[in-house]
């Protein structure tokens, strides 16, 4: 997993097991998070955003979930590809103002 | 469906040169944000425009670097003098609405190597 402005980890699996990314945010005030995925030469993406009064939301193979009471937020990704191999942030906004504040990211690297 | 657009790709130059990158932001967006990247910071936040106005530079390094944004569809950052600690990729992003509440819409990038 990753806290926001520490090392950036390494995550390694199988092609076909599902992966799980950790973010422990830093601001209590933050109600709004996304996910965000950055190929190699590319710029960040969005891939899922989850408000504050959800603790779950899914997408296409890919649910985040969102534990306030711990400042814990996690990227699950299904049946891991090697496309899905990339560097995945989470970037949490607090309500009333905004100042992005991104995590250092994680390394997925997935094996055929 | 054009996204944020970024120029140069790459740029070399010497150490106390004047680099200029650019970035038109999608059409319609009224955010705009320059990061930084780097393998020790991560990306750090530069600078956030809001309707072309410059709401948060405090993330600016110091009195080497500017930014503007001269019209809703175009913004600059100038690093002069460059040294190589600037060496790093640059990203512009756009997005839509005050404070930018919705996502992020990143460019490819410009990166810069300062010898």
């Known amino acids: 997993g990753e806290s926001v402005g520490l090392h950036l980890p390494t995550l390694s699996v199988q092609e076909g097991d599902n992966s799980i990314i950790n973010c422990a945010y830093s601001n209590s005030a933050s109600d709004y998070f996304i996910w965000y995925k950055q190929e190699s030469g590319k710029g960040p993406q969005f891939i899922i955003d989850?408000?504050?009064?959800?603790d779950k939301r899914q997408g296409q193979r890919v649910t985040v979930l969102l534990n306030k009471t711990v400042k814990h937020l996690s990227l699950q990704i299904a049946a891991t590809q090697p496309g899905d191999s990339a560097v995945y942030f989470c970037e949490e906004k607090p309500g009333g103002s905004y100042i992005p504040t991104f995590g250092r990211g994680t390394s997925l690297i997935v094996h055929p | 469906d054009a996204g944020v657009i970024q120029s140069p790709r790459h740029e070399v130059t010497e150490m106390g040169q004047e680099v200029t990158l650019r970035c038109k932001p999608i059409s319609g967006h009224n955010s705009l944000f320059w990061y930084r990247q780097t393998m020790m910071r991560g990306l750090e936040l530069l600078i956030y425009f809001n309707n072309n106005v410059p709401i948060d530079d405090s993330g600016m390094p110091e009195d080497r670097f500017s930014a503007k944004m001269p019209n809703a569809s175009f913004s600059t950052l100038k690093i002069q003098p460059s040294e190589p600690r600037d060496s790093a990729v640059y990203f512009c992003?756009?997005?839509f609405g005050q404070g930018a509440t919705g996502e992020l819409f990143f460019g490819e990038g410009s990166r810069l190597t300062v010898l």
């Open positions: 992003a756009s997005s």
């Open positions: 989850i408000r504050s009064n959800m």
